[in-house]
């Protein structure tokens, strides 16, 4: 059994910084796909950020210019780097991971932006 486990969450003021690590508990092959998404209360989860195993990546037009998602396959570890933090961004920031057939989730990072 795979855990992803985010670290590098908190609390900054509005124009602030913060980058999210996503590290698997074991070295993990096949990884096709390493997201980031994002759950404030009462709002589903939604996806902020995707790299694909070519590198190819996808952000949400709320994010783009402002977030950066990378991987370190050495590592075993995706990282969202957050510059230009907002309010709007405070959520739950959770990583998925696809395997082949296998779908991993973490349990989520607090990130709260205050005015």
């Known amino acids: 059994q795979v855990q992803l486990v985010e670290s590098g969450g908190g609390l900054v003021q509005a124009g602030g910084s913060l980058r999210l690590s996503c590290t698997g508990s074991?070295?993990?092959?096949?990884?096709?796909?390493m997201g980031w998404f994002r759950q404030a209360p009462g709002n589903q989860r939604d996806l902020v950020a995707a790299i694909t195993s070519g590198g190819s990546t996808n952000y949400a037009d709320s994010v783009k210019g402002r977030f950066t998602i990378s991987r370190d396959n050495a590592k075993n570890t995706a990282y969202l780097q957050m510059n230009n933090l907002k309010p709007e961004d405070t959520a739950v920031y959770y990583c998925k991971l696809i395997a082949g057939p296998y779908t991993y989730w973490g349990r989520g990072a607090q990130v709260t932006v205050s005015s």
């Open positions: 074991r070295i993990i092959f096949s990884i096709s796909f």
